[in-house]
């Protein structure tokens, strides 16, 4: 029964696996409750969610699936929504094109009367799923199909490739039951025409297995009716189109965001990128491109992030962001209140810290989170909540352990606090002093919002959002983060509270603290304050922190042998900021280090190689080091994370060879020596500020969608300075322009004009190169039967 079964969810682009969720206990009704955030790196035909039963002596139980077509993406983009399981058939199970020629030939047989042969050529497949994680072997079968026709040919069998080459041709003689010997032109009679259909499988050979089914395409041959020859792309399709009727296999709820963009050359960013990055400078700054942005779209979370990195790759984003803030705080009234809100500011805040924040939350929670995930220490004292059995002094003294080492870890890690998140809270601390100068805790409590509630809190609360956990955790354990970062909030408001107040934390504080576990020490709190939001630079201690940046199981090839195929083993993979290592498995001892000063490149490797995909190699002074990470999305983020990690490096090369050198010679360039010099350009590794891979032509791409899909919006706020302009009035609420901050309307009115008239360039930009590739093309290959 299902109800007795363990289950947990995986993501699929087409048929590889990218994601996949924790292992939920018995329920028909589990809640995952995890996110998954990913550049997809590859074209793909369908994101797909799987359910499965956990097995626990035999292989896991698929129990349903829900595919979303690409092309169907963006009609469920933003919103939640039930699917429907579908049953998870190999048949079904599909990805792929296939490239094909057809044409109609005549021939003069013995008797001299004519006859008419197809000619079918099947050139080439791109996109074939992998077989048991590695490249399959396929083959091709090429059938007429008829109600009294089957004649079926075969293709010879490719080796280990997911885009075999196959250029065979086959012929098939179609016969008529009347001569053609009196006719000078031969013509096709439809109705013979529309009885045959060429029907194509691909298959992977299994060899001593069973041959596995890797898709069909069907088209008729009436397609030849106008012209003798055809030749297009087709996308693989299952068995009989997928349709089959099943009992109800239940719903899955899916949040999904996709977002394509297609982004222009550079030079035609150049007006609006200039545009927003003086958006610091102008006053006043509401009337700003990135203000009027925030303003028409303050519905959409999404709109500040990107203008948030545009600015931060500028350094523009602290001018900019001490601007939105003076202009909030002249709206606030009391001090207790102070950035509270869901404003321009705040969120401008809260998308900076979690990009450069990122490092920081490794360093300072990673280790004690770990620690609470993994240990399993009951930490409940709510009486009502309490289990049987359960020692709520121990529980106590638990949690106690758990805050006292949390907010030790926080109030200790000023000097890894990055030197821009400083900046912010510097420029918040003096603004808030000066705007309420009789309070002497505002200038704490505008830093403690965002350092604590808005960031510290939020991590403890979910830390496999900031990617500090694997996955979302149980039950109990997320109780006693709730609980923490419940603890930790209430310390954030230490700032805005008055004397009085301050006892009622101690008391708090105190409720879940033993004479075994002295309570906290809240002297340290303004000294922490202080010392991330000071004008002092901060001293480094003299030896930085070892950041783990990314770790995973991987498949490496051992060094220095000759053999294919037989000596790739499954490793421990993981770079930090100092050194890349890898291990038998995780937690070991490492097997080999190498300082991240000495790696000269990092990039992808040919599948041609070894015959896998997803293969990347780290060059250095000896022998590369050659791996495959688990799918694509996992090898985009390797290479990157190695690249940004050195990039810095004195010895980089300038090329590389993207092969390997096998039996005396390297694939890629036939080269003899194994000292030969690389054959192509190493990929160009930009020096981004704060680590970070910002590409601001596609930052300011989704900018300019952003203002294009609320252009309804901007030409109301153009109405309304207009409105203030001629009439010298305060708006109307009738008007729907309160909604809008206008300071200035006619500095707001003149950016408004250059933004309309920048869009209305960019759009005809993309209108001039938007042409959509044919159908039946490799890039818009056709979709069903066709006829």
């Known amino acids: 029964h299902l109800r007795d079964l363990c289950t947990f969810c995986t993501i699929s682009l087409d048929q590889e696996e990218v994601f ?27 994101l797909s969610f799987y359910v499965f039963a ?51 030939n005549e021939l003069i047989i013995e008797n001299g009367s004519m006859c008419q042969q197809l000619l079918v050529r099947i050139i080439e497949c791109q996109g074939l799923p992998l077989i048991s994680g590695q490249n399959c072997d396929p083959y091709a079968t ?56 060429i029907k194509v499988d691909l298959w992977n050979n299994g060899n001593l297995a069973q041959d596995v089914f890797l898709g069909e395409t069907r088209v008729s041959v009436k397609i030849l009716r106008n012209d003798h020859i055809h030749r297009a792309w087709y996308l693989l399709q299952p068995k009989g189109n997928g349709k089959s009727k099943t009992d109800d296999l239940g719903s899955l709820r899916l949040n999904v965001t996709y977002t394509e963009d297609n982004v222009l050359p550079s030079a035609c960013y150049t007006p609006l990128r200039t545009l927003l990055l003086k958006s610091p400078d102008i006053k006043p700054i509401s009337a700003s491109a990135a203000h009027i942005l925030g303003d028409i779209c303050r519905e959409r979370y999404e709109a500040v992030l990107p203008v948030v990195r545009l600015l931060l790759h500028h350094s523009r984003l602290v001018s900019f962001v001490s601007a939105i803030a003076a202009l909030e705080l002249e709206n606030t009234q009391e001090a207790n209140t102070i950035f509270r809100g869901n404003s321009l500011a705040t969120r401008c805040i809260d998308d900076m810290m979690k990009i450069v924040g990122r490092s920081y939350l490794t360093v300072t929670l990673k280790p004690v989170l770990d620690e609470i995930c993994e240990s399993n220490k009951t930490c409940e004292i709510d009486p009502i909540k309490l289990k049987e059995g359960d020692n709520v002094e121990v529980n106590k003294e638990n949690l106690q352990g758990y805050v006292q080492k949390v907010f030790s870890s926080i109030t200790q890690s000023s000097s890894s606090c990055p030197p821009l998140m400083c900046d912010v809270f510097r420029s918040l601390r003096q603004l808030a002093s000066k705007r309420f100068p009789d309070d002497p805790h505002v200038q704490y409590s505008a830093v403690s919002s965002f350092v604590f509630l808005r960031f510290f809190a939020v991590a403890v609360l979910s830390p496999h959002t900031f990617q500090l956990r694997p996955h979302h955790p149980d039950l109990e354990v997320s109780r006693t983060l709730t609980l923490i970062s419940k603890t ?47 004008n002092i630079s901060k001293e480094s201690s003299g030896v930085e922190d070892s950041v783990v940046l990314k770790e995973g199981e991987v498949q490496k090839r051992a060094q220095g042998r000759k053999r294919i195929g037989k000596n790739f083993k499954k490793r421990w993979l993981r770079v930090t900021s100092r050194e890349l290592s890898y291990h038998k498995h995780r937690g070991k001892e490492a097997l080999c280090i190498m300082p991240v000063k000495n790696i000269q490149a990092v ?71 194994d000292s030969q010099p690389g054959c192509k350009p190493c990929t160009p590794t930009l020096l981004a500020n704060l680590q970070l891979d910002i590409d601001c032509d596609r930052e300011t791409e989704r900018i300019f969608s952003l203002f294009t899909s609320s252009y309804s919006k901007l030409q109301k706020m153009e109405d309304a300075c207009a409105s203030i302009a001629v009439y010298q009035g305060p708006l109307r609420e009738q008007d729907d322009y309160s909604l809008f901050t206008i300071q200035d309307s006619k500095e707001t009115f003149h950016t408004v004009r250059q933004i309309s008239h920048i869009l209305k360039e960019l759009q005809r930009e993309h209108d001039t190169r938007s042409g959509t590739a044919q159908y039946g093309s490799q890039e818009n290959p056709i979709v069903g039967k066709t006829s």
């Open 20 to 46: 996949r969720t924790k292992v939920f206990d018995k329920s028909l009704s589990p809640f995952y409750g995890e996110d998954f955030y990913f550049e997809i790196p590859r074209p793909f035909q369908c």
């Open 488 to 534: 930790i909030q209430t310390l954030g408001s230490w700032g805005s509270l008055s004397k009085n107040k301050l006892v009622c934390i101690h008391v708090f504080v105190c409720l879940i603290s033993l004479s075994t576990c002295p309570p906290i020490n809240l002297s340290i709190f303004p000294c922490f304050l202080d010392e991330i939001s000071s």
């Open 603 to 673: 990039e992808k490797l040919d599948e041609s190689a070894f015959n896998r995909k997803n293969m990347f190699q780290v060059l250095h002074s000896e022998k590369p080091l050659y791996v495959q990470a688990g799918n694509c999305v996992e090898a985009s983020e390797w290479v990157e994370v190695l690249s940004q990690v050195s990039r810095c490096n004195p010895d980089r090369l300038g090329t590389f060879h993207p092969s390997a050198y096998l039996a005396g010679a390297w694939l890629c360039c036939r080269s003899l020596s």
């Open 54 to 104: 956990k097995g626990v002596f035999q292989r896991d139980l698929p129990v349903g699936k829900v595919s979303i077509r690409k092309e169907e993406l963006c009609k469920f983009s933003g919103k939640e929504h039930w699917f429907g399981l579908q049953p998870v058939d190999p048949n079904s199970e599909v990805q792929g094109k296939v490239h094909l020629e057809m044409r109609l």
């Open 142 to 197: 090429v059938s007429l199909v008829g109600p009294a026709r089957f004649d079926q040919k075969k293709t010879k069998v490719k080796k280990k490739t997911s885009d075999p080459q196959f250029e065979e041709t086959f012929y098939f003689e179609v016969t008529r039951p009347n001569s053609y010997t009196k006719k000078s032109h031969f013509q096709v009679e439809e109705e013979d025409i529309e009885k045959l259909e």
